[in-house]
């Protein structure tokens, strides 16, 4: 079954279903799968007799929904895809700090590191970025425009 979610309403579907969230507490849930880091909740679902509760990873940013029976007892863990998000931005291609700017921190937390963020804007300002930062952050601009429909060409 495939999971997606909607950062913006905090709406999580298990295939074609629209599982609306009862708490969007913030805690940590466990590691992550892919580079053992801390876990933290975004939100938590009620699925028939399952809690749901969807993750991301505070180091990869990947994103993960948890799944619990009904004493909360662990069941599975299934990565999941985030639903684009439209912006209402005049130019598709953000390759200067106005348009950087122009994005909400909360979408750009989405996909980069605190220090990946910082270093977009510093490369935007024309300011020397931290250069690791920066790599990192480049190698996911497919992955911000497969989201939110937007080009970084910074």
Same mark, same amino acid.
């Given at each position: 079954?495939?999971? &997606?979610?909607?950062? %913006?309403?905090?709406?999580? /579907?298990?295939?074609?279903? +629209? =599982?609306?969230?009862? $708490?969007?507490?913030?805690?940590? !849930?466990?590691?992550? #799968?892919?580079?053992?880091?801390?876990?933290?909740?975004?939100?938590?679902?009620?699925? &028939?007799?399952?809690?749901?509760?969807? #993750?991301?990873? =505070? $180091?990869?940013?990947? *994103?993960?929904?948890?799944?619990?029976? $009904?004493?909360?007892?662990?069941?599975?863990?299934?990565?999941?895809? +985030?639903?684009?998000?439209? =912006?209402? !931005?005049?130019?598709? @291609?953000?390759?200067?700090?106005? &348009?950087?700017?122009?994005?909400? #921190? %909360?979408?750009?937390?989405?996909? *980069?590191?605190? &220090?990946? !963020?910082?270093? +977009? *804007?510093? @490369?935007?300002?024309?300011? #020397?970025?931290? @250069?690791?930062?920066? /790599?990192?952050?480049?190698?996911?601009?497919?992955?911000?425009?497969?989201? *939110?429909?937007?080009?970084?060409?910074?």
């Amino acid at each position: 079954m495939e999971y &997606g979610y909607d950062l %913006k309403e905090n709406d999580l /579907y298990v295939g074609e279903n +629209l =599982i609306h969230a009862y $708490s969007l507490e913030k805690n940590e !849930i466990g590691n992550c #799968t892919n580079c053992n880091s801390i876990l933290m909740s975004l939100s938590y679902h009620v699925s &028939g007799e399952r809690t749901v509760v969807v #993750t991301k990873c =505070i $180091s990869c940013g990947a *994103f993960y929904a948890n799944i619990y029976d $009904s004493e909360w007892n662990w069941v599975d863990e299934i990565q999941i895809s +985030l639903l684009p998000i439209p =912006i209402p !931005i005049s130019n598709q @291609r953000i390759d200067d700090w106005k &348009g950087l700017e122009a994005i909400p #921190t %909360k979408k750009l937390e989405a996909v *980069f590191s605190k &220090g990946e !963020i910082e270093a +977009l *804007f510093a @490369r935007a300002k024309d300011e #020397t970025p931290i @250069r690791q930062y920066l /790599y990192r952050a480049r190698k996911k601009y497919k992955l911000f425009e497969e989201i *939110f429909d937007l080009e970084l060409a910074l």
